[in-house]
């Protein structure tokens, strides 16, 4: 039985083991592998690395991992090209968003485990802090930088870090971005903001062949520096940060690349084979549970879609699945946020949905929470207040249920607009996976009727389309729900 047609009752290698394996003895090719272009978008029309410089930098924010990251491994081709050594930068930001001290806390392991395996390749690991705009600047001028480096993030806050460290840099450094997070880049899957799923699945999968490549490894870099840098010191990382500190950290999953890998193990394991059948109901435990490390950049999305597709025979239909979900479901919100600056306002829906939410506005509301009540999951709704419960408790909330909770903030507040900024800042405050383009198009479908079309009118969702509890019944077992996650249960 070959690797790519596994036996059912064949138990899956040692992924980490294999990974490990297959990197050592790819590592003499690093030099001579085909990086493909359309990866990166040269933002300041400057080709050439600065001359006489001491080192090429990489801006990690979006992608915290080493290996399988095609950012790092153009950054490290380019600085072995021109003999220099290689420098990685993470800068901690005072506040992000809405993000509380559970999405820090998160991000801050992974990124201890970053700076650890880049000290056994040689790389330069430093953890800078406040705005990463000025401290990546102050770090290019500081220690004669040849080329930035950087990640793919579509986000506002994090496109302006970009554009105001582009406006700033020395004139002859070259500033680049390349797309590690999706398979097929952004601007290579569309030029434009697609209108939904079925606008861009074809576009996609006619380019996955080309970009869904094995990676060469990251290897340990030949080239050390002589600079003397401070000790990054992990024990205060946070001392400065701004956020609501009272959210508890989420147990049930541990950050870092080899956790991640080892939650890819377990699905394909244990909940592959149920994941088309059974992901919706949110008392199975069939989903991948991949969403904390993918949102982090903690493992790769292509990594995990190389290893899944080769189940394709024995589960086709979970493994189509998945890959509709992890790819083009994902990579269709990196394109709306991309290409719609107002992918957080009503501003950014489509005119009908626009036109229907507007004539609705004044529609009579039985129920209207405040954002406390919301956040304390004080509502009449049982099933409701136990999902919010459930992403107080743990940082997720099936993507079924999440539809519904974010559909009946519509209907429980003043106004769309506000019902939209609820409905956001819940998600990003409490979700491991928060800040993030699939939360912001997740609320903005379930509210303002993204990506989808008008269904039959009625009374404040207009043709937004509508979910009750009764239809929640119909899916799945709500009491045993309730009984699970309600507010008396929390733990």
Known sequence: MTESSPSKKRKTLDLLTKFKSNRENTAKCVMTFNFKKERVRVLNNLNDVKKECKGILYWMFRDVRVQDNWALLFAQKTALKNNVPLHVC???????????????????????????????????????????????????KTFNMGAVITDFYPLKLPMSWINDLQNNLPKDVPICQVDAHNIVPCWCASPKEEFAARTIR?????????????????????????????????????????????????????????????????????????????????????????????????????????????????????????IEEAVIRRELSDNFCFYNEN?????????????????????????????????????????????????????????????????????????????????????????????????????MWSICGVHDHGWPEREIFGKIRYMNYEGCKRKFNVSEFVTKWGKEEKR
């Not at 990676?215 to 001392?239: G, S």
């Not at 870092?256 to 949110?282: C, M, T, V, W």
């Not at 249920?401 to 003043?414: C, G, S």
Request: net charge negative; charged share 25%.
């Open 202 to 322: 074809n576009k996609i999968h006619t380019k996955l062949e080309e970009f869904l490549t094995e990676f060469p490894p990251i290897v340990k870099h030949l080239y050390v520096t002589t600079d003397k840098f401070e000790k990054n010191n992990w024990k205060t990382a946070l001392k400065n940060v701004k956020v609501d500190t009272s959210v508890d950290e989420i147990t049930w999953a541990m950050p870092g690349y080899e956790h991640g890998i080892k939650e890819l193990e377990s699905f394909i394991q244990n909940r592959l084979k149920q994941y088309a059948d059974k992901r919706n109901d949110p008392l199975s435990d069939a989903t991948s549970n991949l969403s904390p490390w993918f949102h982090f950049g903690m493992i790769s999305v292509q990594r995990c879609i190389l290893e899944i597709q080769k189940y394709k025979k024995l589960y086709p239909k979970s493994v189509q699945s998945f």
């Open 343 to 443: 992918y957080d306002l009503l501003e950014g829906a489509h005119a009908w949905a626009i036109e229907t939410l507007t004539k609705h506005r004044e529609d009579k509301r039985k129920y209207v929470y405040t954002l406390n009540h919301l956040e304390n999951s004080e509502t009449h709704d049982d099933l409701w207040n136990a999902c919010q419960n459930q992403m107080v408790t743990t940082g997720k909330m099936s993507g079924f249920l999440r539809m519904y909770w974010a559909k009946k903030i519509l209907e429980w507040t003043a106004t769309p607009e506000s019902a939209l900024e609820t409905a956001i800042f819940l998600n990003n405050k409490y979700s491991i996976d928060g800040c993030d383009p699939n939360g912001y198009v997740g609320c």
């Open 90 to 140: 993470f800068c901690i930001m005072p506040s992000f968003l809405d993000a509380s001290i559970r999405y820090y806390k998160f991000l801050l392991k992974g990124l201890e485990e970053v700076e650890e395996e880049c000290k056994m390749l040689n790389i330069n690991f430093h953890l800078l802090h406040g705005e990463p705009n000025i401290g990546i600047l102050k770090f290019v």
